[in-house]
Each structure stands twice: as structure tokens, then as C-alpha cells.
């Protein structure tokens, strides 16, 4: 890991997407960032199988 | 009186949502209480109180909703039900942004700067989507907690591999590039870079340090499991490499709850390595001095205090004067009843109330908390005995329902339980303000102390309070305007966690005198 380039966020303007409480989106407006909320909703199935095989397929 | 219950099968809505969702409905006319809520195993409790827990209720699964109405009319019933789900459909506002992708995938289409994802799912969710987020090579905030230490090791393994950062889970707060995330406060661009393995050790550190003139570079949070043995303290090596090598940092000040022994000696031997100088606050370690370029500290405002003084900073950390502490001594000690003997430390924040259970423990001989194991392990998790401080924040408390941060209703009721006990000698309380917490939290607290102490004195008896506040004067709540609402309610302010401590241990302890 030492031999490895630090990463390079602490460079780039805050561009974030919001997967979760609504909330979380409006404090990184008030803080005048650029932030895409997610609409979510649990999936179909917790088959975990299945939903790596459609991925894979993705 | 009747009541109207409605489940939605898989129709999730963050608890955040869910609260104000409650809220609006309760303004409805002719409507005597009304939960938005989804179906979790606490939730089903709270129902139950209610007296709402029907078959279809016990039935539904955590990822069912459930709108549950009490009204005086079954029209008003109706109209609260139709309010709620009317309230729930709206769309959350998005400023210019009129498209809600339904995927991580879909966001990055619509806008390939994205560079930070901002997960808050329930745990059981969270893995997939944060493993989804590394793999479009995005850095990851993980608030979510109830990830498994396996899928945590695999994120910050993978995370690692696309040099990128994973903060969390369990992530509370994190301050990058001068944007706060989660529960964060808003503090002025400096030169400390913090790496935690703690949130609200990150606020109160933060904020100090804003108070002392100094401002933070960037705060790294970790996830509190970081430092543990099976994580093997990743994210922090990460955070320290990165801090490090930052031209903006110029001291790096690590925190956390105590480390697994060789994680420990890993992050030291990392830090003793760096040219700039490293504060370290391993709470509940009484490790202190100096070694080389690290000093160790022990607790959270000396920490802030450390980094200040290495920045040149001859400020002082804010502090009550002796003419308050003293008045507030003697009019405690003079209206006290002798059955009154206990602390009651009631706290939002978990690592402010860590550091509390830390500081006291050994001072008042033996404190019962959620936050302890073996003998002073609080087994009933309503119900105080003799000394007992608890961390609100904990699952236990949240599952289903927003932070106290957020929402302090239940915190206000365990004040009001408080109060009817006897023994009660004084409260301890935290109020943490900044992004994401209640717009107002001092004015409920003020008039939950009132209607406490209006309980306390029908016994003749009174109820010192201790508040500590963590935030700055530049959050939207601002400081000192919450400050002058605890005051004007006869509530003492200490101007940190550890002299509020201090204060309450020292004056528990002359009780025994």
C-alpha cells in the first residue's frame, strides 16, 4: 500500500451521489454541492446468487 | 377513537422521511397520534405500545411500510392515512436536478463527475451498493451500519486495489476538501487533517479546533471497527498515507476508541515514520507524553488542544468561569434531597459518551452503560440503575427510527423518566448540532428540562443539569444561540465533553464527602 500513489480526492471538486437518507442530500446542497439522489428500492430478491449472476450479465 | 393501520409491501423510505412523513400527518385535524414507519422488529414495538400490533402488523417484513393511524373520526382517519401517503409520493427535491436515477449506474450516466457515493442504506443493503461504487472507481461514505466484518474487510480490500477511499461503516461524519459529510460540522479550512475512527470524536475535535482558530485540512473518518484485529486498521493507514502526503495538512491528529494491541503498534510505527507531526487520542488508553513526533493525549479536547498549540495557536479552549461552576455547585449541593445520589448521562453522540463512561468510571466506582461489558453491562437497556450513562446513538435505539442527533424524542422521554426517579442526582447530556442534525435541538431540550424539573419539584426535589454542546458557531444552528436557550432554562454549559465531565464527576463525588 506504501508503494502505491496516495489518492488523488483531496485534488478534485466534490461530486457526490446520494444512496439513502434524503437528508444527507440537502446538507450537500446547503454546502452548495453538486449531488444526484437516488431513487432506491430494496431489490426483488436477497438472493445473493442470482443478483451476481444478473450483474455478471449486465 | 379509532384506528386505521396501512401496510405497503416493499415500499422503502429512510427514516428521516419516515419521521417527517409522522410529523405532518400528526397536524392533521382530529388526529391523536400517527407512525410512518417501516416494519422492523423495534418498530413492531413501538406499535405495540399503541396498541396497533394486528396480525397483519406481526406479519409484515422490515422492508414493509407501515402507516398506522389513531384518530377521534374514521373520516379523519382516513384523511391522515390518504395525507401520509400523498406526502410519501412526492418527490424529494433535487435543486435543478429533475431526473432520480434508480441505480448508482444510472447516477454516474447522468453526471460522469461524480467522485464520492453517499450510502445510508439499511446495513443489509449496503455491501452491494458500496462494492458497485468502488467498482465505477468512486470513494465511498458508508453511514450505514450492520455490515458484516467480512463484507467490511472486502470493501477496504477492494477499495484499496482501486485507490480509493472507503470510509465506514458505520461512518458518521467525514469533512473532505471543506464539504461535510453525514453528521458534520461547519468548521474553517485549516491545516489539521484528522483520520477517526470515531464521529462524534470527529465533531468535537473539529469544532475545538475551529474555536481555537486553527480549522481542519480534512477529516477522514474510518468506521469504528477500523483499528480491530480482522480489519487490520486499513482505512486508517490509508487516511495516514493520504494526510501525509497532502500539502495542505501540516499536523495529523489520529482518534479512536482502544485499538487491537498490534493494530496499534501498526499506526504508531506508521506515524513515527512521517516527518510532520501526529497527535494521537486513543480514548480510554491512559497513554500520554511525547514519543518522537507523536504526542499521545487522552481525551478529545487536549487532543484539539495538541494540534492547535503545534500550529502555534495560543488560544484556549472555551471553558465555563469559576463564578458558574461555583454558583452552580452550591445551588445543587444545597437543594439536594439525600436520596439523590446518581449520575444519569443521557448522549447522542458515542464517542462523547465513551470518553464520559471513560473519565468516570474509575472516579464514581463502577457505571452501568450499553457502551460496557461483564458486571456494568446495562442489561435493561430502558431502564437506568445507580450510576448509568448510555449512548442513544447505539442500534439498539436507532433500528427503524432516526438518530437522536435527527430526532430526539426519545431521548427527551428518558429525561422525563429520569426525573421521576429519587435517586437521581444529576444529568449529563450532549447536544450536537451541524449538517444533518435537528434545526432547533436546544429549544425541545429546554422544554423537556422544564417539564422534568416541573416533575422533580412536585417531589420536592430539584434536577441539576449538565449540557455539553459540539458545534461551532458557523453551523446553521449556531452555538451561542443554543447555548442562550439552555441557560435561560437554568441549564449549566460546559465548553467541551471532558470539562462537563470533570464538572459532573467532581461534583458526584463530593456528594460522599
New interface residues.
Given amino acids: 500500500?506504501?508503494e502505491?500513489?496516495?489518492?488523488p480526492?483531496?485534488e478534485?471538486?466534490?461530486?457526490?451521489?446520494?444512496?439513502?437518507?434524503?437528508?444527507?442530500?440537502e446538507?450537500?446542497?446547503?454546502?452548495s454541492?453538486?449531488?444526484?439522489?437516488?431513487?432506491?428500492?430494496?431489490?426483488?430478491t436477497?438472493n445473493e446468487d442470482l443478483?451476481n449472476l444478473l450483474d455478471s450479465l449486465l | 377513537m379509532t384506528s386505521r393501520i396501512l401496510i405497503r409491501p416493499?415500499?422503502?423510505h429512510?427514516?428521516?422521511?419516515l419521521m417527517r412523513a409522522s410529523e405532518a400527518i400528526r397536524q392533521e385535524s382530529g388526529v391523536t397520534e400517527a407512525m410512518a414507519m417501516m416494519a422492523t422488529v423495534n418498530n413492531k414495538k413501538i406499535l405495540d405500545t399503541s396498541g396497533l400490533l394486528t396480525d397483519a402488523v406481526k406479519a409484515a417484513n422490515p422492508?414493509d411500510l407501515i402507516i398506522a393511524v389513531i384518530a377521534d373520526t374514521e373520516e379523519a382517519a382516513e384523511r391522515a392515512v390518504a395525507a401520509a401517503q400523498s406526502f410519501l409520493s412526492q418527490?424529494?427535491q433535487?435543486?435543478q436536478?429533475t431526473l432520480?436515477?434508480?441505480?448508482?449506474d444510472?447516477?454516474?450516466a447522468?453526471?460522469p463527475?461524480?467522485?464520492?457515493?453517499?450510502?445510508?442504506?439499511p446495513g443489509?443493503?449496503a455491501y452491494?451498493?458500496a462494492k458497485r461504487?468502488l467498482e465505477l472507481g468512486?470513494?465511498v461514505f458508508l453511514?450505514?451500519d450492520n455490515v458484516s466484518r467480512e463484507d467490511e474487510r472486502k470493501l477496504k480490500e477492494l477499495a484499496?486495489e482501486k485507490?480509493?477511499?472507503l470510509m465506514g461503516p458505520d461512518c458518521g461524519t467525514a469533512l473532505?476538501?471543506g464539504?461535510?459529510?453525514?453528521f458534520a460540522n461547519a468548521v474553517r479550512k485549516g491545516k489539521v487533517g484528522l483520520v477517526a475512527a470515531s464521529g462524534t470524536g470527529t465533531q468535537e475535535i473539529s469544532s475545538l479546533l475551529d474555536w481555537l482558530h486553527c480549522g481542519v485540512s480534512?477529516a477522514i473518518g474510518t468506521g469504528g471497527r477500523d483499528l480491530q484485529h480482522d480489519i487490520g486498521g486499513l482505512t486508517m493507514?490509508?487516511g495516514l498515507?493520504?494526510l501525509?502526503?497532502?500539502h495542505?495538512t501540516d499536523v495529523i491528529v489520529v482518534t479512536s476508541k482502544p485499538p487491537s494491541p498490534e493494530i496499534a503498534e501498526k499506526i504508531i510505527a506508521f506515524c513515527s515514520r512521517q516527518t510532520k507531526p501526529v497527535v494521537i487520542n486513543f480514548i480510554g488508553q491512559s497513554i500520554t507524553g511525547q514519543k518522537g513526533n507523536i504526542t499521545f493525549t487522552s481525551t478529545l479536547a487536549e487532543t484539539a488542544l495538541t494540534a492547535a498549540r503545534l500550529l502555534n495557536s495560543s488560544c484556549e479552549l472555551p471553558h465555563l468561569s469559576s463564578a458558574d461552576t461555583n454558583k452552580f455547585m452550591q445551588t445543587a449541593r444545597a437543594a439536594r434531597k439525600p436520596s439523590q445520589r446518581y449520575l444519569r448521562g443521557l448522549y447522542a453522540g458515542g464517542t462523547l459518551c465513551y470518553e464520559a463512561l471513560f473519565l468516570l468510571r474509575e472516579q464514581l466506582g463502577g457505571i452501568y452503560s450499553n457502551l460496557e461489558h461483564g458486571a456494568y453491562e446495562l442489561k435493561d437497556l430502558f431502564n437506568s440503575k445507580e450510576h448509568t450513562i448510555i449512548d442513544m446513538g447505539e442500534d439498539a435505539y436507532t433500528e427503524g427510527r432516526a438518530h437522536p442527533m435527527?430526532d430526539p424524542s426519545l431521548r427527551n422521554q428518558r429525561i422525563l423518566r429520569e426525573a421521576q426517579d429519587p435517586d437521581v442526582a444529576l444529568l449529563l447530556l450532549d447536544l450536537v448540532i451541524g449538517?444533518?442534525a435537528h434545526e432547533n435541538p436546544a429549544a425541545q431540550l429546554a422544554e423537556t428540562i422544564t417539564q422534568a424539573r416541573a416533575i422533580t419539584q412536585a417531589d420536592g426535589r430539584d434536577l441539576p443539569v449538565i449540557v455539553t454542546i459540539c458545534g461551532t458557531e458557523n453551523d446553521?444552528q449556531n452555538y451561542e444561540k443554543q447555548a442562550e436557550q439552555l441557560w435561560a432554562a437554568g441549564i449549566l454549559v460546559a465548553g467541551n465533553n471532558a470539562e462537563a465531565v470533570t464538572l459532573a464527576g467532581h461534583y458526584l463525588e463530593t456528594l460522599n464527602d
Fill in positions: 500500500m506504501t502505491q500513489q496516495p489518492s480526492l483531496f478534485q471538486t466534490l461530486s457526490v451521489v446520494n444512496i439513502g437518507i434524503d437528508l444527507f442530500a446538507t450537500l446542497r446547503q454546502q454541492v453538486d449531488v444526484v439522489q437516488v431513487q432506491w428500492s430494496p431489490p426483488a436477497q443478483m | 416493499r415500499e422503502y429512510d427514516s428521516v422521511r422492508d418527490k424529494v433535487s435543486g436536478q432520480q436515477p434508480r441505480s448508482v444510472a447516477a454516474c447522468l453526471n463527475a461524480i467522485n464520492m457515493a453517499c450510502i445510508s442504506l443489509v443493503y452491494r451498493e461504487a468512486l470513494n453511514f450505514s484499496q485507490n480509493r477511499l473532505i476538501n464539504v461535510g459529510l453525514g480534512q493507514l490509508q498515507a493520504m501525509a502526503a497532502d495542505g435527527i449538517y444533518g446553521i
